[in-house]
């Protein structure tokens, strides 16, 4: 038996990279996914290649409400939810200096509270199945980012 024969569970950014690697694992193993992305067509294109083992849902987990459907949808379709992996990711790749407001907000909203929404809908779920939830977070460059540069000791601040 596969590792996730008879299991189903989520996949956030599942349409591209990290989120699409997974789902091709998790299927190839014998498991069913609902890919949840912002761009429909990589997430068609993946749910047409394993056509009845995954779904997808198009829709930016970082919208208010949007956790419980999510939830509903896998459900619906495979009967169950029996893990999660939160692998959204939205940000824009640029100098803080020059990052608006408005890309803080949505990088929030999806890293933060989508992840923490998505996981209070689904511990009912996957507790039924005695899954698990796996977070994906970035890891921070050494140099601060673009446009910016590690602080090697205290003394360089001033």
Same mark, same amino acid.
């Given at each position: %038996?596969?590792?996730?024969?008879?299991? @189903?569970?989520?996949?956030?950014? =599942?349409?591209? =990279?990290?989120?699409?690697?997974?789902?091709?694992?998790?299927?190839?193993?014998?498991?069913?996914?609902?890919?949840?992305?912002?761009? #429909? #067509?990589?997430?068609?294109?993946? /749910?047409?290649?394993?056509? =009845?083992?995954? @779904?997808? %849902? +198009?829709? &930016?987990?970082?919208?208010?409400? *949007? /956790?419980? !459907?999510?939830?509903?949808? @896998?459900?619906? !379709?495979?009967?169950?939810?029996?893990?999660?992996?939160?692998?959204? /990711?939205?940000?824009?790749?640029?100098?803080?200096?020059?990052?608006?407001?408005?890309?803080?907000?949505?990088?929030?909203?999806?890293?933060?509270?989508?992840?923490?929404?998505?996981?209070? #809908?689904?511990?009912?779920?996957?507790?039924?199945?005695? =899954? /698990?939830?796996?977070? *994906?977070?970035?890891?921070?460059?050494? &140099?601060?980012?673009?446009?910016?540069?590690?602080?090697?000791?205290?003394?360089? +601040?001033?």
């Amino acid at each position: %038996m596969s590792r996730f024969e008879g299991k @189903a569970g989520i996949i956030t950014g =599942g349409g591209t =990279g990290i989120g699409r690697s997974i789902a091709e694992g998790i299927v190839s193993d014998g498991g069913k996914v609902l890919v949840v992305g912002r761009r #429909e #067509e990589p997430l068609k294109e993946l /749910a047409s290649k394993y056509d =009845g083992t995954v @779904a997808y %849902m +198009c829709s &930016d987990v970082g919208d208010s409400g *949007i /956790a419980t !459907e999510i939830i509903e949808r @896998a459900v619906l !379709e495979f009967g169950q939810v029996g893990f999660v992996v939160n692998n959204a /990711a939205a940000a824009e790749v640029l100098p803080l200096v020059l990052t608006s407001d408005e890309a803080i907000d949505s990088h929030l909203a999806v890293r933060i509270k989508g992840v923490l929404a998505l996981t209070r #809908e689904a511990v009912g779920e996957v507790e039924k199945t005695k =899954g /698990a939830v796996v977070n *994906i977070t970035l890891s921070s460059r050494s &140099d601060g980012g673009p446009g910016l540069r590690s602080l090697r000791s205290h003394e360089e +601040c001033w």
